[in-house]
């Protein structure tokens, strides 16, 4: 049983509180948060001490690990602090936003080396999942094309969007991720373009809320992304995976598996699964199961900082060529 | 190139016509109508002549086969007619409502054996004859369970019913052709059930407008059907067969397949075929080329007025086991 | 948090273990089992103390609540024990395989009115729970037709077979359930026909392993159950409903819900959940939730004996309208 | 009825043959070709004389329209004869590989305007054309991203892919038609990558055999295309339109639509159709249907000589867009 202690009392925090909790291997120990009133309300709900003081927890002989559920700004720090203590370190994704600060990161980590998973929670899917792992047993031969869908059911508060670091950097750097990690490669050349179509507030920013993505591989494998800010019929999150010998999809989830056939319009199926809250409930759960089960067993967990700064280093390439509209090698 | 005459210039013939029409092997010769203005009409639309007098067609050397759409009640007269002159008969079914004429219609086709074709259209469905193929080559290895769902948008003008022998010799008699055709045997034991609940009119004849018939067949296996003289969605029409080895199912057709998405159910279709026509339409085509390549290869046709009597005489059966609560033997 | 203890500790005893363990609301206090050595095993699996002694699982006042999950022809007595004791009962289902056994346990019940509920559970299976929903709530008007498929994918072992009370009272009465609980009503009258094709030993014991069953219900509707002992592709388990307004549909649900295209036959998607503990293994869960929800609450929980009275009586018309032929009227 | 003149006996003109024959309001005059016996060959099969003389097919008061099926280098030389005669032409895509000879043939069409219809057999395609129906008809709001899959089942003979023009201008050019005319507008940037993955036969020509295609519109819409010249489970042709309001999907077309559960993988669907004269047969019946209806009517044709310009010009932009690694602004 290892004790956690939980940075951040916001809205991850909140997703990982609960699983934290129903896993049989972790217990929470300790919730931090600089505020304390909100660390309070957090280890109310799921448990621990609350704590505003970082010193102590560092300190504390019962926190075995931690979960990094903080504002991304913050996670290089505390990385760093983690590291220098010794204890393995799950940080909610991304590591940061820029190339400099996560390579204090991962140069922090190679002098101490403590367990350390980034969350990609997706790859947890189960869904994802069965789809990686169907590619990489060969079911469908060599992969020629990848192709993720990933559109959101209404565009975020113009708050969120402003501190994102773009839409890119937000939201893609998650098909991006499973992408990369299905195909075995990563991409020589990127080429994205984007719009500014539902929310113009976002557009004033310079960013856009509709996008589409190519990534050439290595191995010729080409991949496309599509990503956009609204959605009418709710969080539309669909996978395709084209070989030599066949074909792969993903299907969306549904509120229930009904299918219903009225006078009008027939074979109707239930709502999509809202947002990804509900979506990916289960991934957030399998990803804490990972990390656990890698510093049980003394492996690394499966997904690493070098992933992250990867996945990072093709966001920003995107964000890159969709600006400057050329083509754009990744500096890795 | 066989010359046609079509009898009738009804319903049933303005469903021929067309086809008679639009075969390569098949001309239309003349339209009969005791009533000469509505075979002059139906001659106007698909060519030929128009007559009002059954010896003349009898008569014609022109006439090479006969296509029989006239009402039920005459079918035997025709049948008897044509077999004596020598001409190939297609006959819509049913050749009749009673065993008795049917058993004379029969012998009359023993002492005078010409190509005779029942119209089993359905049998002629791409989807259907798809499936029937399938079990007979073995795909599902032996067959346990067949079941058939035959649903009609909305209930027949009641003077319609009154002439329709019930609802079990009108309709049901569709399912059980086609299910004892795909199973390759006959019921020794029928039960059905039914229920007004649709028109009370219906009722009032001592007819039922919802029905679910049980055949167990002598190898075993049992059969289901289901039938509803309305349905909300249209004319739904499906297939299930299960064997040993697994199972087949046909779907519903629809007026196009896009696949929708809005922003309340998702995944809608768009409706059903709406009726017999609509659905069935190529079949009738596909059952006149039976009937002419069997006439042109020197065959019988593979419909036969046994597999007509076979039929009636399970629909019989469902009528009175409806009737008095009883498992009934079918009269062979 | 209520004190359980759990009779019995054979398979259905290894079905609830783990759901008391995992649900908030729920303690595993003791195991009981005559054969201490089994009641030990269950308890160092599920956690609690074990015992042999009826008397002191009676007797214990940390016992808040008690799950029968023993031999079928134990659970009246239990029943009896814990009603005069005053605890609440949740009781494997059937209560017995008699109606005169099942009438004792109720005449108990009345006399000692504890919170009982029967584990129906396929009611709580998350689809067919929504379809009845839907149903209620009148989503396609009113209910003309109701159909359950229930297809195991082997035959049990025949001592298994002996000790089930026959096909319909083993299997069909979950359908029974079901379907009467969706209807909103009993039926007035039933016929049930059947074959022995896969296991010639299941005949020999003058019991079938293929069957079909016609309900008819005094609103009009039909209902159709087919069961079956075998099945190529796994645990069929579908319900359709069809009403006035519309129809509804439930699906397998399968090892994971990749869509394959290979080059053979395309669009192949994943084996079905292999039997009843895969397929419904969140439905025993809801079901303890929902006792432990009306214990807490002080309400009945929604299963009750008179529904496992209702399904038995149905089930044994089934039986005997199998045997003799005929369509019977269950005796309510 | 109109006087066809077909021009070309190649495989095309077996495509157009039959479907000349078959529609009432047309009827197949000649057929021409430089090589007698060629079109002698086809006019046995069609109807019609045969003609090695154009001369004579251009004087022949019989011929009312032509259609021109004949290699694609030929046809601005016979547009403009035929245009010149005061012909109406039906056109085979493209018009030319090189926008040079396509504005020639613009230029004669102007000065000699009879009704033009340009090849585009798609559009005609009932599932594509439902789905552009129900866009322009606002079904699903403003669009935001078309997308277009065209996976061909096997690579082409080389020598086919040496006088194609490149894989954009021989096969992307039919879903860059598609596309724009669903999308009502056509797009001011391009970017094309590809890769040769399937025949290094094709990479040593310059050319590639999988593609991925972005075209940005004026309205900020983004538009996808994928193309490949190999696909395991058969032709793959399918339409995405996502708009604000919802999102349309067509289906790819199978041999048949049983549904097969086996002891594998449950619920396999049959092959697709094998290719695009499987695939798109009746789509090119309905394209002369609309080339009849529009001469009938005194109206132009709904796919223009335009059309053909715009499609190539984006073609081309896509070729060098491939090439050189940039985007690319279309010449229109």
Request: glycine share 8%; aromatic share 8%.
């Amino acid at each position: 049983m290892l004790g956690v202690a939980l940075l951040g009392s916001g809205r991850m925090a909140h997703v990982y509180g609960p699983k934290i909790n129903a896993h049989p291997g972790l217990r929470l120990v300790t919730v931090f948060n600089p505020n304390l009133a909100s660390a309070e309300n957090a280890a109310a709900l799921y448990g621990g001490t609350a704590s505003a003081d970082l010193d102590v927890v560092l300190g504390d002989p019962s926190v075995d690990a931690v979960v990094i559920a903080s504002p991304t700004n913050t996670h290089v720090e505390y990385v760093e602090a983690f590291a220098k203590s010794g204890k393995p370190i799950y940080c909610e994704k991304p590591l940061d936003q820029t190339l400099e600060r996560v390579d204090r990161a991962l140069a922090c980590l190679r002098a101490h080396p403590v367990p350390f998973m980034l969350g990609f929670n997706r790859r947890f899917d189960p869904d994802n999942a069965a789809l990686q792992r169907a590619v990489r047993a060969g079911e469908i031969g060599s992969v020629n094309m990848l192709m993720s869908w990933s559109r959101e059911p209404a565009p975020p508060p113009i708050d969120y969007v402003r501190a994102s670091g773009g839409y890119f950097l937000d939201a893609t750097i998650h098909d991006i991720d499973l992408l990369c990690w299905i195909a075995g490669e990563r991409p020589v050349e990127v080429f994205a373009t984007g719009s500014c179509v539902f929310d113009p507030e976002i557009g004033a920013e310079g960013d856009v809320d509709l996008t589409m993505t190519v990534l050439k591989m290595p191995s010729g494998a080409l991949v496309h992304v599509n990503n956009s800010r609204a959605c009418a019929y709710g969080f539309d999150q669909r996978l395709e995976a084209f070989g030599t010998k066949g074909m792969l999809q993903t299907e969306n989830h549904r509120d229930d598996n009904l299918v219903r056939w009225d006078g009008q319009k027939t074979v109707a199926r239930e709502t999509l699964k809202h947002f990804f809250l509900e979506r990916y409930d289960a991934s957030f759960y399998h990803a804490l199961d990972e990390f656990q089960a890698a510093i049980q067993e003394g492996r690394p967990p499966s997904v690493t900082e070098e992933d992250g700064r990867t996945a990072l280093a093709i966001a920003l390439a995107c964000d890159r060529s969709r600006r400057e509209g050329v083509a754009v090698e990744p500096e890795y």
